[in-house]
């Protein structure tokens, strides 16, 4: 079954590949800007500036003492944004998985690296670091043999679970790189980023199971791979004890995986190496292969792990994210093991067995740093306070929120209720493509002062800009615009696989010299950011410009709302008009006329008349990916009633949603 490999030979592990690699003993607390003598850089919001003005001495500096380097860098960094030329540490050699494990078997072995909270409540298995090393020497044996050489692409159809990430690190040991597709999406977007990725090898389980709910990934990966003429093994391991029907290419990978070896010998990359591809959700068109790299990737995830959530030796990080997505990378895997912390693997979903489950984890397993998605809290904050007064949560210190903008509502009651006003609920804005958080309210001081719903300030390193309709840098504060990164950080993405066109067309040429990021942004009289949405979620009413997420957050705060979507459709007058589409909290009694009327009311008050929606629709559910995005693209064409034209809705949590929107839109029109 579920492979736990034993500590048998664990000293072999631990001595060889630090040998082998020259490494010296590493203390994880060790590595902090502070100490990396910036001399004259008082205070961590001095070190902000520093960060940005002498970019090169602080990463240089910083990527010395954080990492442990083969060989050296020459180059701190070789970067032209206009040319969407992204290079760092040029000339130094390392390897990812020695740095996220055998310096911290060789300091702390025993350590807990990975918490792994199954779908099954109360059935949590931890793995030590040793653990975890054999875990993934035997993986990286086993890709070896069967041919996995440095420079392929693996593909990674897995639920969140150990042997995911062991995966993910063995093709970092061996060189190769990773694509990890998130394990609910459909074999045809399964295979088309497998297709596109080039793949020979994919990583699978016989089933999944999440919420209780069984998911039959071996299945849907036969049915991909029949379209992946480059797929030549599949790896199967056993997530349950349901037995699957083999064919000539699969591999029960957990058996062969007991043939190999414990010791595998790390490849020495170069900084500039892929680790691995990530491709966004496909919202818009084909979806993009984002490409990440070695060494840059790798520190920039460290470093916003450490300051960003003000992560300790010792703590337990809960990132409930799953490793599909771009925050289970960065954050349930790569950022904490680099600092030889422990990371919760969550398995299972926010109200599985019940609305408790992430406060009954945050107790049973003593979690300090809660980081999780503004759209599961608004979806417990409806289910009641009792469901999280029943479990202890004075572990938590830092409380994060990811995805999307966190509205008022939530912010509160996740701050009031959940970490019970004692800690600071840490918004972090930051996307795929930048591999880590870029801005967050807490990187220089961790008393700062900390508005609600405000992602508030850049990360070391970032220097954010906002761009008028014109394409100028907009100087003073007080002001909305473009969100653009001014200068070139190590985290940042480097390419679209297969298509640096693209790359340039989407973040490089807009505004050229900068990184564009698609979201907007407002930058308040006291310089603190806001993100506003994307900014094709703007809506243009009357010449008025709006943000959805502006008039949601307004619509949110009236208390008999759950959640609200917020969309512009054509309006022959206005130019657009408001459409908002609103879930009430369970039990809620009132007209629906009586309260389109308290909607009305709320948003005159909180933004403009210009605002108020001139459509509301109440609905059960929202259309969601499975990542908690509301699919606003789906409620456009919707409205529309352009329902030829919804475009691929395999990414979304329950289609079912969906229909029962178009049914009460046919009853109306
Ligand atoms: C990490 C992640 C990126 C997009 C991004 C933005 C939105 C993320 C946010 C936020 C407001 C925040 N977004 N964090 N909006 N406040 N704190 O989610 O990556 O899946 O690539 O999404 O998500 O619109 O551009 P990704």
Redesign the pocket.
């Known amino acids: 079954m579920w492979l736990r490999c034993g500590c048998a030979a664990s000293l072999r592990v631990l001595a060889s590949p630090l040998r082998v690699l020259g490494l010296r003993r590493c203390n994880t607390a060790a590595f902090m800007p502070e100490s990396t003598g910036f001399g004259g850089v008082s205070g961590r919001s001095g070190l902000q500036e520093f960060s940005v003005s002498s970019s090169e001495s602080f990463w240089a500096a910083v990527a010395r003492h954080r990492l442990s380097w083969i060989r050296p860098f020459t180059a701190v960094q070789d970067c032209d944004l206009s040319r969407g030329r992204i290079r760092w540490f040029e000339g130094g050699k390392l390897n990812v998985s020695v740095n996220c494990l055998d310096r911290h078997v060789h300091t702390c072995p025993d350590r807990v690296a990975l918490m792994w909270e199954r779908d099954e409540k109360g059935s949590e298995v931890r793995y030590t670091y040793r653990e975890l090393l054999e875990m993934t020497c035997r993986v990286g044996n086993l890709l070896r043999r069967h041919g996995v050489k440095k420079g392929d692409c693996v593909t990674i159809y897995m639920p969140t679970c150990p042997l995911a990430v062991a995966s993910m690190l063995a093709c970092a040991r061996i060189g190769a790189a990773h694509n990890v597709v998130f394990a609910g999406f459909s074999a045809e977007a399964l295979a088309e980023r497998i297709r596109d990725a080039q793949s020979s090898t994919v990583i699978t389980v016989n089933q999944g199971i999440r919420g209780g709910k069984i998911l039959e990934l071996k299945k849907t990966v036969d049915t991909a791979v029949q379209s992946c003429p480059t797929v030549q093994q599949v790896f199967v391991a056993m997530r349950t004890d349901s037995p699957v029907a083999m064919t000539a290419r699969d591999i029960a990978m957990e058996e062969e995986m007991l043939k190999e070896d414990v010791v595998c010998e790390p490849a020495a990359m170069n900084s500039e190496d892929t680790l691995f591809l990530l491709y966004?959700?496909g919202s818009t068109g084909k979806p993009k292969g984002l490409v990440h790299t070695q060494a840059g990737y790798l520190l920039y995830a460290a470093l916003t792990h450490r300051y960003v959530f003000n992560y300790h030796d010792g703590d337990v990080f809960g990132c409930v994210a799953d490793i599909g997505?771009?925050?289970g990378h960065s954050y349930g895997v790569y950022g904490p093991l680099a600092n030889g912390g422990t990371t919760v693997l969550f398995e299972s979903t926010p109200v599985y067995p019940d609305p408790g489950r992430y406060w009954d984890m945050v107790e049973r397993l003593q979690i300090n740093q809660f980081y999780g998605a503004p759209t599961a809290i608004r979806l417990l904050l409806k289910f009641g306070d009792e469901w999280v007064n029943k479990y202890d949560r004075s572990s938590l210190k830092t409380l994060g929120?990811?995805?999307?903008?966190i509205n008022t509502e939530a912010w509160e009651w996740y701050y009031r209720v959940v970490g019970e006003e004692r800690c600071p609920v840490v918004?972090?804005?930051?996307?795929?493509e930048t591999g880590g958080i870029c801005i967050a309210p807490r990187p220089s001081d961790p008393d700062a002062e900390i508005v609600p719903g405000m992602?508030m300030r850049p990360f070391f390193g970032i220097k954010p800009a906002l761009m008028d309709t014109e394409g100028k840098v907009i100087s003073g504060n007080d002001a909305s615009g473009a969100l653009c990164l001014a200068q070139p950080w190590p985290g940042m993405a480097r390419t679209i696989h297969n298509d640096h066109q693209r790359f340039m067309e989407t973040y490089c040429q807009p505004y050229p010299g900068y990184f564009f990021?698609?979201?907007g942004a407002y930058r308040s009289v006291e310089g603190y950011y806001q993100?506003t949405?994307?900014l094709d979620d703007v809506i243009n009413v009357s010449g008025h410009r709006i943000g959805t997420a502006e008039i949601e957050d307004a619509v949110n705060q009236c208390p008999a709302v759950a959640e609200s979507a917020v969309i512009g459709y054509s309006h022959d007058i206005k130019g657009q008009a408001v459409f908002a589409f609103v879930v009430l909290k369970k039990n809620v009694d009132v007209e629906e006329a009586d309260l389109s009327r308290q909607l009305n009311g709320i948003v005159s008050e909180k933004i403009a008349k210009y605002a108020c929606p001139d459509f509301i629709q109440f609905v059960q559910r929202l259309p969601k990916t499975r990542?908690g995005k509301i699919m606003r693209r789906v409620l456009r064409k919707v409205v529309e009633l352009d329902l030829d034209s919804l475009g691929d809705l395999s990414t979304l949590d329950d289609p079912a949603a969906v229909q029962e929107i178009i049914q009460e839109q046919s009853k109306r029109s």
């Open positions: 966004t959700s997505w771009i925050t929120s990811v995805g999307e903008p918004d972090t804005w930051w996307q795929t992602a990021t698609g979201d993100i949405g994307r990542s």
